[in-house]
């Protein structure tokens, strides 16, 4: 059985528990992270998959899972003040441990909690003979804080074809409804964001008393990865990304190549998230909806980081990048462009009316030598000009993949030349 990696709509189309809303809990900072068993997680994740009709990522490993909680600020400005808990957990080694892997599958909105156990099932699984993976449910995903937003209701005719007159309309309606969202808890929503997701990382670091730490980033995991290399470049070892994101978090730009990529496959198809993520759509039943029970994905947290960092969008403006590319092109209007950045229908942002000032990420211009990146030569979700950009920027090796699947790193042909990387630095061929 093969899991869902690297999904940039992993959220949207799992996260399938937003029908309720909450208030973020507060807990006491603490030095170290106190470890104890996932029996329970490993039974939510069970009950959950079952209802897919799918086995478990965790089973067979529940003896080498073990689960724990760091308190981390929720504004690093103010370390003393409002703390946040995330969750974590830590898969041990068959063998004696030699070093951690953080690791992370993408999103952004996905927990990653259940990523080292599903890693440890693919032909990268060399890794965990002496490293020690660890997974991160981000800030706003999984058990971590989080507060939880009513997904947006729509009136649209699913059907029609998509005017400037709807998407103008879907735009103040997506306005309105983030504008309700972040007055939930507006001081919580401001700091959903990868830079201080990367200082939660570190956090961890320090929890688990390692000087120095090597990661795995999938899709938005990449952006994550890239943020925490270019903000604590001494603690890590060895970083592997895999399906890396747009650095520059230009809308216009992102859309663009997203939409040349899709139109230049052999066989372009606009890339349907729902299906690739949630085939069954069973994940969508409301008995998820209890705060206990294990929930894969949160849309409003990844609507959150996504728009942190990409800013407001102007609704006018969106649908006529959108008329101007489609006509540029030759594509058909009513192809959506598939990034979290996309509102739900063509011509569309989901930022619309975003009430927080962008904070993109910011390189240092600084060069990686423990730096892999890897593009996958045919795939539209994110373009491999992307992963070009980011080894011209930041350094470090860049390998391809002949294939159009996206975050398939871990089931390719280089799976073991990636697990080979994270053990030995050796760059893959």
């Not at 899991?3 to 996260?15: F, H, N, P, Q, R």
């Not at 039974?43 to 990522?57: G, I, W």
Request: hydrophobic share 35%; aromatic share 6%; charged share 20%.
């Amino acid at each position: 059985m093969r899991y869902i990696i690297g999904s940039l709509a992993g959220a949207s189309a799992l996260a399938l528990t937003l029908t309720s809303c909450a208030t973020p809990t507060t807990t006491r900072p603490e030095a170290a992270i106190t470890w104890g068993s996932c029996d329970s997680f490993t039974t939510q994740v069970t009950d959950f998959y079952k209802m897919m009709e799918m086995p478990s990522p965790t089973d067979g490993f529940e003896d080498r899972l073990q689960c724990g909680e760091v308190s981390v600020p929720l504004n690093y400005d103010d370390p003393k003040g409002r703390q946040l808990t995330i969750a974590v957990t830590k898969l041990a080694p068959k063998n004696e441990s030699t070093g951690y892997v953080f690791t992370n599958p993408g999103g952004p909105g996905i927990e990653g909690r259940t990523f080292p156990a599903v890693l440890a099932n693919t032909p990268m699984q060399a890794i965990t003979e002496n490293m020690t993976l660890i997974g991160i449910d981000p800030r706003g995903t999984g058990g971590s804080t989080t507060v939880m937003c009513q997904d947006e209701e729509s009136d649209e005719n699913a059907e029609a074809d998509v005017t400037e007159a709807i998407a103008l309309a879907n735009a103040e309606r997506t306005a309105q409804h983030n504008t309700s969202c972040a007055d939930l808890d507006s001081e919580y929503v401001e700091q959903l964001t990868t830079q201080n997701i990367a200082r939660d990382l570190d956090r961890v670091r320090e929890g688990l008393g390692a000087e120095r730490v090597s990661y795995f980033g999938v899709s938005w995991g990449t952006e994550l990865g890239i943020e925490y290399l270019n903000t604590f470049p001494d603690r890590v070892d060895r970083m592997l990304l895999d399906s890396v994101m747009d650095v520059r978090q230009d809308i216009t730009k992102t859309l663009d190549d997203v939409a040349e990529a899709t139109a230049a496959a052999p066989d372009p198809q606009p890339y349907n998230e729902d299906e690739a993520a949630d085939p069954d759509a069973a994940a969508k039943d409301d008995t998820l909806a209890a705060a206990e029970t294990y929930s894969p994905g949160n849309f409003g947290t990844r609507t959150a980081i996504t728009c942190n960092a990409y800013g407001a969008t102007d609704g006018k403006a969106v649908w006529e990048d959108h008329v101007a590319r489609s006509e540029r092109l030759g594509t058909d209007l009513q192809d959506r462009a598939a990034h979290p950045v996309s509102g739900d229908l063509p011509g569309t942002s989901a930022c619309a009316g975003w009430p927080f000032a962008a904070q993109p990420l910011k390189l240092s211009g600084e060069k990686f030598d423990n730096l892999q990146i890897v593009v996958h030569s045919g795939e539209t979700v994110t373009p491999p000009a992307w992963g070009e950009h980011a080894h011209e920027l930041l350094g470090g090796s860049i390998a391809v993949v002949e294939n159009d699947q996206h975050g398939s790193l871990a089931y390719s042909d280089k799976a073991e030349a990636a697990a080979k990387f994270l053990v030995t630095g050796t760059p893959i061929k």
